[in-house]
């Protein structure tokens, strides 16, 4: 069979194509790859199925992110290249036969088969499935990048508010009668199976609907010639190989590695911090039921962040909202520090704050890429530069526990014992903010020539092939289009319903 449907000249878009069916596409994706945050509904269990620790079970998480990101940066190129519905279709693949794989492992007692499975083949879909609607939603939406990619950032955010309270509803109905809210190794096995199946299908609709637009594509009204009189906003382009080169990409590095650091300082210790923090002597006033609320509470900010944040970028700017970030994110945790253990409302407010901005900032970043260095190869650069997730990912948890291992036991920490963490955050806020203002237009000699940029087109014979020269999106709402957003916009509420039905409990 061949796989030409998959070329990038295929996809194509004809006359009359709606660009809001982008959007739902790419949230296909990022709704399922974003079960990757969802993996403490099982975390568990796993640890007595194979009689194993947690830090060896967290390891298949630690293998994952890993992978997102060295995919991300070594296939980022191919991605852009290969065009959305490759890079899609690839992704589902990668994503689903890993927790095919983990599956075997699971049944079969073989832990390093849930290591290969789930941390590297899945990882690998990660990756490529993060970035791979990137670049296409930017050219779609030209007039609104941090919109567009705010939506389908979101859903990476929004994919794990999903999972969790899926997962526990399967784990119920395959293990009825579990033992101390552990799980069996077979329902495990079972739950991995089933959503292997249900995000391969849900991506491959994805990948189906994906397009990409004429060159002499535009969004009504659009005119390139005032975006380009915008400061920071460039109409050239760079390629992934010359953006490495460029000064304005490692200070970017350095913007998100402290904005993600910052956020993660929260996110991976939320349900003790917020019992710590609310301590007297051996006991805390809020409940662990009600901790867990709080990690939902952030879960839907984060989620929040990525779509409401971004989308201002699109009015003040991509440079100003990354100040308010950092800056004011400065000012947030300093309060956090010094303050937050006077009121549980002032605490929850701060967090979430703090968490919306670590959201925002990760679907703001790849269209401050393509105002730097333009569309042509913007999905490789984003790729390239998710290595600062990695790195962030590891040093966040780092500085967390390293304070909080030198200052006393799990269960007796007091908010106290976490100001030196918090304030090492601080000082890492006021880096990435020096890293932003120092961020300049891209120097011409770093530009690629007219023609070294221009897409390929489709020929003749290809029957997505055409150009619409106007705004697709006043063909009007169709089936497909509302099936579409059916697809990602019920599991989303369901998501969103059980995330607030659990945070309730925090007030």
């Not at 970035?131 to 794990?160: H, N, Q, Y």
């Not at 968490?355 to 913007?378: C, E, K, N």
């Not at 020096?434 to 003749?460: G, I, M, S, Y």
Request: charged share 10%; with cysteine.
């Amino acid at each position: 069979m061949s796989l030409a449907v998959l070329d990038r000249e295929r996809t194509i878009a004809g006359p009359g194509f709606n660009r809001w069916l982008i959007p739902p596409a790419a949230l296909a994706v990022h709704l399922c790859i974003g079960q990757a945050y969802a993996t403490s509904v099982y975390k568990a269990s796993l640890v007595q199925h194979f009689d194993s620790s947690l830090t060896a079970i967290g390891v298949i998480f630690s293998i994952a992110i890993v992978m997102l990101g060295l995919s991300a940066a070594i296939f980022g190129t191919w991605v852009d290249t290969g065009g959305p519905r490759r890079a899609m279709v690839a992704a589902a693949v990668f994503w689903s036969a890993g927790f095919l794989v983990g599956s075997l492992g699971i049944a079969t007692d073989q832990l390093w088969l849930v290591y290969v499975g789930y941390g590297f083949i899945g990882g690998i879909g990660l990756g490529i499935g993060y970035i791979s609607p990137v670049s296409t939603l930017i050219k779609w939406f030209p007039d609104r990048p941090g919109l567009a990619t705010g939506m389908a950032i979101m859903g990476f955010g929004g994919g794990a508010m999903i999972a969790s309270p899926l997962s526990s509803r399967l784990l119920g109905i395959f293990d009825p009668v579990q033992e101390g809210g552990l799980y069996t190794g077979d329902a495990v096995a079972k739950l991995f199976l089933t959503l292997g199946l249900v995000y391969l299908v849900v991506m491959l609709f994805g990948a189906w609907l994906v397009r990409v637009p004429a060159d002499d594509w535009r969004p009504a009204g659009f005119d390139p010639s005032k975006v380009k009189a915008k400061s920071m906003i460039t109409t050239n382009s760079v390629s992934a190989n010359n953006a490495v080169k460029t000064p304005q990409f490692w200070l970017l590095w350095v913007v998100l590695f402290c904005n993600v650091t910052a956020g993660i300082g929260i996110l991976e210790q939320a349900s003790p911090m917020i019992q710590d923090f609310f301590r007297e002597g051996a006991e805390s006033s809020v409940a662990a039921a009600s901790a867990a609320g709080f990690v939902g509470f952030l879960s839907l900010c984060n989620m929040a962040g990525r779509f409401v944040w971004s989308s201002t970028s699109d009015v003040i700017g991509r440079k100003n909202v990354y100040m308010m970030y950092l800056g004011l994110g400065v000012v947030l945790y300093l309060t956090l520090a010094l303050g937050g253990s006077t009121s549980v409302l002032l605490f929850v407010v701060l967090a979430g704050i703090i968490l919306s901005f670590y959201g925002g900032g990760f679907a703001t970043v790849p269209a401050y890429l393509r105002d730097l260095f333009g569309t042509f190869q913007v999905g490789a650069i984003h790729g390239r530069l998710l290595i600062a997730w990695s790195a962030a990912g590891v040093a966040g948890p780092l500085i967390i526990n390293g304070f909080l291992d030198a200052r006393g036991t799990p269960g007796e920490l007091t908010a106290a014992d976490y100001r030196p963490a918090l304030l090492t955050m601080v000082g890492l806020l006021v880096i990435g903010f020096v890293a932003n203002l120092l961020v300049r237009p891209v120097a011409d000699r770093f530009h690629e020539p007219e023609d070294a940029t221009a897409e390929p087109t489709a020929d003749a014979a290809t029957p997505a092939s055409g150009s619409t020269g106007g705004d697709t999106t006043a063909s009007g709402t169709s089936p497909l289009l509302v099936v579409a957003w059916l697809v990602v916009g019920v599991p989303l509420a369901y998501g969103i319903i059980e995330t607030v039905r659990t945070a309730s409990g925090l007030f």
